[in-house]
C-alpha cells in the first residue's frame, strides 16, 4: 500500500450551526466507583472532534455513557434534539448512533461478510457492503475469511465498515489506532476524512494526538471525569507545551 501524506483538516463546514450533540454535566458510575464527575461538551454536525486524556481519564466511559451502555449515569445527553440519558440502548442505536469499541467486538467464527451483516439497520441511508468493500478493498480481498484470521488493522476496518452499514450517522470512535501499524494508521485517517465529507459526525478517543491532529475540528481534554479544556485544531501547536502537561507525554 502506498504511503500518502495526510494533512490537517479544514474547519468544520457547520460552524455556525446547532450541535448535534450536546453533553451536559454528565455522571457515570461503574457499580459504586463514581467515574464521570460532570462532563459538558458538544459537537457541531458534520464535525470530528476528539476526547484526549491519560489513561483511566474517563474518555472510553464517557462513549459509553453516550451509547447507553454505562450501568448508572446521569445528567443531561441531547442527540439532535431528543434526550437520551433515560433510553436504553438499543432506542439510541434508532436515533442514528452507533459505537466502534476499542476491543473491536469481531466475531471469530463468522466470516468477514457474515460480521458485516449482524448488526441490524438502525436508519435508512446506511452504505451497502460493496460501498463499504470500496472504502476498505481489504475486506472485499477477505469477504469469507473467519475473523480470527483477519490482522488488527482488518478487523478495526471490519469494526468501522460493520457501523457504517446500520446508517448511524454519528460515530463513536474508541482508539481506532491502537497498536497498528503507520500504514494502517493512515488509511484509518483517510477514511475518517472522507466520512467526515460525507457528513458523518465523530466522537474520536485517540491516545495518539499526532493523529489526532490530522483529522479532528477540536479537542477537548478529560482529566478526572471533567472536560477541562477544549483547544481547536488550528490553535493545536500553539498549545503545544500544554497539551504535554495535561497527557503527561
Known amino acids: 500500500m502506498a504511503e500518502a501524506v495526510m494533512t490537517k483538516p479544514t474547519p468544520a463546514g457547520s460552524a455556525g450551526a446547532a450541535p448535534l450533540l450536546t ?28 476526547l484526549l486524556g491519560r489513561n483511566g481519564a474517563g474518555k472510553t466511559t464517557t462513549l459509553r455513557a453516550i451509547i447507553g451502555i454505562l450501568g448508572k449515569r446521569k445528567g443531561s445527553i441531547r442527540y439532535d434534539g431528543t434526550e437520551t440519558i433515560g433510553m436504553a440502548s438499543r432506542n439510541i442505536a434508532k436515533l442514528g448512533l452507533g459505537y466502534v469499541p476499542e476491543e473491536r467486538g ?48 482488518e ?19 474508541d482508539e481506532p489506532t491502537e497498536g497498528l501499524a503507520p500504514v494502517i494508521v493512515q488509511q484509518i485517517g483517510r477514511t475518517i476524512a472522507r466520512l467526515k ?23 477537548f481534554v478529560v482529566e478526572q471525569g471533567r472536560v477541562i479544556d477544549m483547544i481547536p485544531n488550528a490553535e493545536l501547536d500553539a498549545n503545544i507545551d500544554k497539551l504535554h502537561t495535561y497527557l503527561g507525554v
Open 197 to 219: 465529507s460525507e457528513g458523518y459526525t465523530i466522537i474520536l478517543v485517540e491516545q495518539n494526538f499526532r493523529f489526532a491532529q490530522t483529522v479532528a475540528d477540536r479537542h
Open 106 to 153: 469481531i466475531f471469530s467464527s463468522l466470516s468477514v461478510y457474515e460480521n458485516l451483516m449482524l448488526p441490524p439497520r438502525v436508519k435508512p441511508g446506511g452504505m451497502t457492503v460493496d460501498q463499504i468493500y470500496t472504502l476498505f478493498p481489504n475486506l472485499k480481498e477477505r469477504s469469507g475469511s473467519q475473523g480470527t484470521k483477519l490482522s488488527g488493522g
Open 23 to 50: 453533553v451536559q454535566g454528565l455522571e457515570g458510575w461503574y457499580g459504586e466507583s463514581h467515574v464521570l464527575h460532570g462532563i459538558t461538551f458538544d459537537v457541531k454536525p458534520g464535525e470530528v472532534v476528539t
Open 155 to 173: 478487523q478495526q476496518m471490519l469494526a468501522i465498515g460493520r457501523i457504517l452499514r446500520t446508517g448511524a450517522k454519528l460515530i463513536l470512535l
